[in-house]
């Protein structure tokens, strides 16, 4: 009798600590894109030819209007939980001076509870100008101003 009690409270306090609400997750994968002036990735759909664009637009720093990054993340929350994409930028701006800047995007967990799904930063125009030439990232996940996930560039 005591050792079945003993079973039923265990299950009960797991049950109740996985049902608080903490979100979990992951960045996937992380894409950084320059955007031509028409503010284009790429030409066409092929995989082959995004990646000779973005070599292009690199050797032609003039024709670059911004950076898009495109961020695979997945997330298991409560079905509808708003969690936040925050990406930080540094950059050399003029003058060899560093600066930085953040995007940020909210991205919502499904009714299942469990999603997967790529979201879009985009900086470009004046921001871009004044950030320079990106020297490191970082993408993080966050529940409210609960840290959950990140991935870095080599020199974050």
Request: net charge positive; with cysteine; charged share 20%.
């Amino acid at each position: 009798m005591r050792c079945s009690f003993a079973a039923t409270a265990t299950v009960l306090l797991l049950a109740a600590t996985l049902s608080a609400g903490a979100a979990t997750g992951r960045v996937v994968k992380v894409l950084p894109h320059y955007l031509d002036l028409k503010g284009r990735h790429s030409l066409s759909p092929s995989l082959y030819d995004r990646d000779a664009y973005q070599a292009r637009l690199r050797q032609h720093p003039e024709q670059v209007s911004g950076l898009r990054f495109d961020v695979l993340w997945r997330g298991r929350a409560p079905g509808g939980t708003m969690l936040k994409l925050r990406a930080e930028l540094r950059g050399m701006a003029k003058g060899n001076l560093p600066s930085q800047t953040t995007l940020e995007t909210e991205v919502l967990v499904g009714k299942s509870g469990s999603t997967t799904r790529w979201a879009k930063l985009t900086l470009a125009g004046e921001d871009y100008k004044q950030l320079g030439k990106v020297t490191a990232w970082r993408v993080t996940l966050w529940n409210g101003d609960q840290f959950v996930a990140e991935q870095k560039s080599f020199l974050w």
